[in-house]
């Protein structure tokens, strides 16, 4: 008998499928319910969100649940939803301490790690793009700017500033329990990537798994024992951060399944959500690494520049690749989130998800990137 596990989130699709790989029956609900989110679980979309997502959690379904981005910003309607159900992952009183950057800051000053300077005033502050705007219930950095002229002169409730720190993008994926936690990879991020039509500090995708110096694995090894340790994070979560002359700055951290977790599953060849249930379940941890990758991964989310009408030929292609092939964990699809035929995608709304593989970091980002304008130049031509 198949576990059942219901996953809610702004969008399900890529636990979804880490949940359908591991042997569960999974109720969904999103802001999207993609061609590929339906193809393998009882998917619903929702449109007032995150509210109307109370609705499934409470259904007449079976098992556990969890939630992925950006539920993390609705401590208080996690709380409520942990009542209707048993929750795998973090409640919302955790959420509130961890997603606190002052808190943060400071357990990991406290370890002798790095993190950016943070203020909750601009008073004295120079607009010269040497901080960074942030918004404290944010995801995916679409909401952060550079503190410049172009920026208004003070901060709106709910917002911080935090200094730039120049260096490469990186995600670092871990799981927790009891306490402690295990480094499972690291991925580098595309943060604003021009081909992939998003813009600023907006992630739209990663590659993986990165080799890092020894030192540099140490530091992100310390971030996450110090982050289980302090906020007592349980189940999966991530930390975005910028390595700088072999330092690691702490950006933010995400408690919960991220998007670069899947770029990990396909390289290591483990299960996330697996990990995950064990985690929540049992407080247990990864007796050892989760492998060596077998080949490097890319993901690209390709976003909409101008309002476009989905192509047909997306929502054959992921028919056709799902459900069957999802038995399968070494054949992955090469097209995620898929919108329903005929579906209008706002610009500035991601239009699907790329995935390539191959030897090295260049070889995948070119054929990210041809398969990307492909993509665009198709709905524009849509849009005609």
């Known amino acids: 008998m198949k576990r059942t596990l219901t996953i809610v989130g702004a969008s399900a699709r890529a636990a979804a499928w880490s949940a359908v790989r591991a042997g569960f029956d999974v109720y ?7 061609v590929d989110l339906a193809a393998v679980s009882r998917a619903t979309r929702v449109s007032d ?11 007449p379904q079976a098992g556990d649940w969890m939630y992925t981005g950006a539920l993390e910003n609705s401590p208080a309607l996690v709380d409520r939803l942990a009542v209707k159900r048993r929750l795998l992952g973090n409640s919302g009183a955790m959420l509130r301490q961890v997603r606190q950057p002052q808190r943060v800051a400071q357990a ?3 370890a002798g790690l790095p993190f ?4 909750s005033t601009a008073d004295g502050i120079q607009r010269d793009g040497s901080w960074l705007l942030k918004a404290l219930r944010s995801a995916g950095g679409g909401q952060v700017r550079a503190w410049d002229v172009a920026a208004p002169r003070q901060l709106a409730n709910g917002c911080y500033l935090q200094r730039r720190v120049e260096g490469a993008s990186i995600a670092a994926a871990y799981v927790a329990a009891g306490g402690s936690a295990s480094l499972l990879g690291v991925t580098r991020q595309l943060v604003g990537t ?14 993986g798994p990165v080799n890092l110096p020894a030192d540099v694995q140490r530091q992100l090894v310390a971030i996450g024992q110090t982050l289980a340790r302090e906020f007592s994070l349980t189940g999966l979560f991530g930390v975005d951060a910028i390595v700088n002359a072999n330092e690691v700055w702490t950006l933010e951290v995400n408690p919960r399944y991220t998007a670069s977790f899947e770029v990990l599953e396909r390289a290591q060849g483990f299960s996330a959500i697996e990990l995950h249930v064990a985690a ?12 060596g990758a077998a080949c490097v991964v890319g993901k690209a989310i390709v976003f909409a520049t101008s309002h476009r009408v989905a192509l047909a030929a997306w929502a054959d292609t992921a028919r056709g690749l799902l459900p069957a092939r999802l038995a399968n964990p070494t054949n992955w699809p090469a097209l995620a989130d898929v919108p329903p035929t005929g579906a209008t995608v706002e610009a500035g709304w991601p239009i699907l998800t790329l995935f390539a593989s191959g030897t090295n970091e260049s070889t995948v980002l070119e054929d990210l990137q041809a398969s990307a304008m492909e993509i665009l130049a198709a709905s524009d031509d849509a849009a005609q």
């Open 116 to 119: 950016p300077d943070i203020v």
């Open 49 to 59: 969100y995150p509210a109307g997502l109370a609705e499934i959690v409470a259904g």
């Open 280 to 291: 929540c379940h049992d407080s247990t941890l990864p007796s050892a690494p989760t492998g």
């Open 108 to 110: 990991l000053r406290d």
């Open 194 to 207: 021009a081909w992939t039509g998003a813009g600023g500090f907006q992630y739209c995708g990663s590659v």
């Open 28 to 34: 969904a609900a999103d802001l999207f319910a993609d």
